[in-house]
């Protein structure tokens, strides 16, 4: 008893539909008011806000400004005197 091929092929192809079917998800379930929508992007974080400055630093920047320093010059004072080891 043999089967033929294009049964035997036929079943296949239905064999393959079903099991597509039934790998389908659920439906969404409906979202609540105010929420985002599927389509629409995750909302952003609110950025990090700039942590207060010290008085200590304050003061260095207003000795900096008063040097006229810029660039690496300055942050290298500025280091330096938020340490303490600059003079006067």
């Keep these: ?3 033929p ?3 035997l092929a036929a079943a296949a192809a239905i ?4 099991s597509f079917a039934m790998a389908q998800s659920p439906a969404p379930k409906p ?3 105010g929420s985002p929508t599927v389509g629409s992007p995750a909302p ?3 950025p990090a806000a700039k942590p207060a400055r010290t ?3 304050l003061e260095c920047s207003k000795e900096a400004d008063a040097k006229g320093l810029h660039g690496k010059a300055r942050k290298k004072f500025m280091s330096a005197c938020k ?3 600059t003079q006067g």
């Design 5 to 7: 091929f294009a049964k």
């Design 83 to 85: 340490r303490g080891k």
């Design 44 to 46: 952003t974080p609110a």
């Design 31 to 33: 979202m609540a008011p």
């Design 15 to 18: 064999s393959l539909c079903a």
């Design 55 to 57: 008085s200590k630093s």
């Design 1 to 3: 008893m043999t089967i």
